[in-house]
């Protein structure tokens, strides 16, 4: 069974809701969007208070190359155009819309009919392109890198494969095995779709095989797509790592930043992208909803919900049987790369992939103590990095020597911390000393 | 014997070479080093807190040794031995200082546990910048102090610390030489270095929050809601409102404390000012809670701006 080679943990899977359908999550009264949905330049508002709006109204638009659209994920009039606080814990500049009726734009189609690639043979790749790119779709699986940006190969760059993730190695979420288990025919349709995009005849698709009825399923339905293979994979954390991925499917490694997935030739994708591109393309239908779960071990009933982005995370926990009283955290996206937020208020945007609520007992930290020189954070490194050396010259400001020993290539999985039997707060550190090399790598090339 | 005597002469030509080699690669190899970049370097103070914004205080002679030499020392100043040094610096170097105002380090926030309160508890690593990873941190205001001490930490002088019951950065005066070291660190930039003032007084917006005053109001009784109040108040036009946030210039401000009553949130706060009396009258008895001491050296001082001030209360 394939894996990646450098280190990797095992957390304890707890997919509590792996055996619940998707459910569609009630409208909410008022839905936010934020304009920082994504990587890059935040999204213009193009509407103000008063509009009127439908599902696939334009909210705001993408401002420069690396950037994306939001659309309106609900019928109703624009309230105000503000801010909020987002799941990134920043007030970030949003619009507010009062939801009135479920009204959509006339444009999307909003049957479940499907539409192979053969029914469209006229789509070029650059029709593909500009239509993603119109819809806003971004990376699902949580890093919201716009997705045309992907698609769109540098020059002197060729992709030679596609890689579909569908991984989903972090504990807890089942938001992409629940859609390959519902909607795996529009997923192939999607991925059949990137292929076309990028222009190449072998695309992948990697499951781990904690998740053998979607293995089982997946393979099923490829047999009418010879081009696409399933590969299922060893369970091993961070597998769904972009680098990992292509490492463990394909064998490539991708070299230290600035170098790319695409200089190795690999286009990677999510498996929620490659749904969201299926509708995109063959629906007309902009990124307006997207699959989350809502999970815990104190929660009544853990749901993987169809909700409507924007919709605020509050309504989702009380649609689970509301925030139990034991409540510790409360985390958005998986429990080892999510982030704790602040208020319950926060909107579902389009990274969200998961809402998950953490016991008192489970959510303290174990107290920090002095390294005992076992090295396991190294072993456990994905990257092959050294973790307690590059979180040791963070916190003393020795930024000479963190970008020496390579911080930038760290992708934050928080395996050392996970593996660290003296609970050192490595992770916390090393993401200091990384944002800040970045800055002066950053600020030295702007020099030149 | 005759072995002694070898060994001698061996070793003697031996000593004799590696003196001319030693010799003439001093010569050959020789560094100059102005003299007067030592002589500079002894008077300052050696705390080596990169305040001047040289690596050190032997960096900071160089560079005054350099400034010299193209003619002028303005703009060069030890912040931790202040003027007194940078006299002593000039008189090496056969220039002469122009006299500046002594600074202090000023902690921008006014948001104690009481004030603005904790909607979170962060458990990560004491440190300011971790914690401004997370957002707004344990509170809900962007722009406030996040009381983990990072500023304490590079203190060289250790003049800063972390009021227990507040959670907020204080300056002690007294040991303050405004070297700047956390006004750099500082993430959030709260720490400025105003002029000391007048036997230490000065006029200072306690809040850096540029949220909407909605906002503002929200989420800290201290807080500067941008409503401007102080800015019409204000007589000599020391008050500009920029981004929701009222700012004072030290250089226009005459002390006269009316924005700090004119503040509906009392962000405006009146530092080393004598406690205000009760009813309008000449000032005789030193109310209780002061320092005897301050209370003296008011009437000593009688600034009209100053005593107009206190008559309105």
Redesign the interface.
């Known amino acids: 069974m394939k894996t990646f080679r450098l280190g990797g943990v095992h957390p304890s899977e707890n997919k509590l809701s792996a055996a619940s359908p998707i459910k569609q999550a009630e409208l909410p009264k008022q839905a936010v969007f934020s304009t920082y949905q994504h990587i890059g330049a935040p999204a213009k508002p193009v509407v103000a208070k008063g509009d009127v709006v439908k599902v696939g109204t334009l909210l705001a638009e993408a401002d420069g190359f690396v950037s994306a659209p939001v659309y309106s994920s609900v019928s109703g009039k624009v309230a105000k155009v503000d801010a909020i606080v987002d799941a990134s814990g920043y007030r970030r500049p949003a619009i507010f819309v009062d939801v009135e009726g479920d009204e959509w734009d006339e444009s999307i189609d909003r049957s479940q009919t499907l539409v192979k690639l053969s029914d469209r043979p006229d789509l070029t790749p650059q029709e593909i392109v500009a239509k993603i790119k119109a819809a806003g779709v971004v990376g699902m699986g949580g890093a919201t890198f716009p997705c045309h940006v992907k698609l769109s190969p540098p020059p002197g760059t060729k992709a030679e494969y596609v890689i579909i993730n569908a991984v989903e190695c972090e504990p807890y979420l089942t938001a992409d095995h629940r859609l390959m288990l519902e909607k795996p025919d529009e997923i192939l349709v999607g991925v059949a779709l990137i292929m076309k995009a990028v222009g190449v005849t072998k695309g992948f698709i990697g499951i781990e095989n904690n998740k053998p009825d979607a293995i089982r399923l997946m393979t099923e339905k490829a047999a009418a797509y010879p081009e696409i293979e399933i590969v299922p994979l060893q369970v091993k954390y961070p597998q769904g790592g972009e680098k990992q991925l292509i490492q463990a499917v394909i064998g490539r490694e991708v070299p230290a930043p600035p170098a790319i997935p695409i200089h190795v030739g690999a286009v990677v994708q999510n498996v929620g992208t490659a749904f969201a591109i299926y509708e995109a393309v063959m629906k007309n239908k902009p990124l307006v909803e997207r699959v989350i779960t809502v999970t815990g071990k104190s929660l009544q009933s853990p749901t993987n919900f169809l909700a409507r982005i924007g919709t605020p995370m509050s309504t989702l926990i009380d649609a689970c049987g509301g925030l139990p009283e034991d409540t510790g955290k409360v985390i958005g996206g998986g429990p080892m790369m999510g982030k704790a937020l602040l208020n319950l208020d926060v909107p579902v945007c389009k990274g969200s992939s998961g809402l998950l609520i953490m016991n008192e007992k489970e959510a303290r930290r174990g107290e920090e103590q002095p390294c005992i020189r076992c090295a396991k954070c190294v072993g456990a490194c994905p990257m092959g990095l050294e973790p307690y050396l590059l979180a040791t010259t963070s916190a003393f400001r020795n930024w000479e020597k963190a970008e020496q020993n390579n911080i930038v290539s760290c992708i934050e999985c928080g395996s050392c911390q996970f593996t660290c039997p003296s609970n050192r707060q490595l992770l916390d550190n090393i993401r200091v000393g990384k944002s800040t090399v970045m800055g002066l790598i950053r600020a030295r090339n702007a020099k030149k | 014997m005759n072995l002694i005597l070898i060994a001698v002469i061996v070793l003697g030509i031996v000593g004799l070479v590696a003196a001319a080699v030693l010799y003439a690669a001093s010569k050959k190899f020789a560094v100059y080093e102005d003299p007067r970049i030592s002589q500079v370097a002894e008077v300052l103070p050696q705390a080596n807190c990169g305040g001047c914004g040289y690596p050190g205080c032997s960096g900071f002679a160089g560079a005054c040794v350099k400034a010299a030499d193209n003619g002028s020392l303005e703009g060069y100043l030890c912040p931790v031995g202040g003027q007194a040094v940078m006299e002593r610096v000039a008189s090496i170097l056969g220039m002469s200082v122009s006299a500046s105002a002594p600074k202090v380090a000023v902690v921008r926030c006014n948001g104690t546990c009481e004030n603005r309160p904790r909607?979170?508890s962060f458990?990560?690593?004491r440190?300011c910048?971790?914690a401004l990873?997370?957002?707004?941190g344990e509170t809900?205001c962007?722009f406030g102090c996040l009381g983990c001490g990072d500023c304490v930490n590079v203190c060289q002088f250790g003049a800063i610390r972390i009021n227990p019951e507040t959670g907020i950065a204080e300056v002690d005066e007294e040991l303050c030489t405004a070297c700047g070291a956390c006004v750099k660190t500082c993430p959030r930039k709260i720490i400025e270095l105003r002029p000391k003032g007048p036997k230490g007084r000065r006029m200072v917006v306690k809040c850096v929050n540029r949220?909407k005053g909605a906002?503002a109001n929200k989420v800290c009784k201290a807080s500067c809601i941008g409503c401007g109040k102080c800015v019409k108040t204000c007589p000599f036009e020391a008050i500009t409102l920029s981004s929701n946030l009222a700012y004072i210039d030290p250089e226009k401000c005459k002390l006269c404390r009316k924005c700090e009553e004119a503040c509906p949130k009392n962000a405006i706060q009146a530092v080393n000012f004598p406690p205000r009396k009760p009813k309008p009258a000449p000032e005789t008895a030193a109310p209780a809670g002061r320092p005897q001491a301050e209370t003296q050296t008011v009437s000593e001082a009688p600034r009209p701006a100053q005593t107009e001030g206190k008559e309105n209360a």
């Open positions: 909607i979170a458990d990560g690593v440190s910048r971790v990873m997370t957002g707004t809900a962007a949220d906002v």
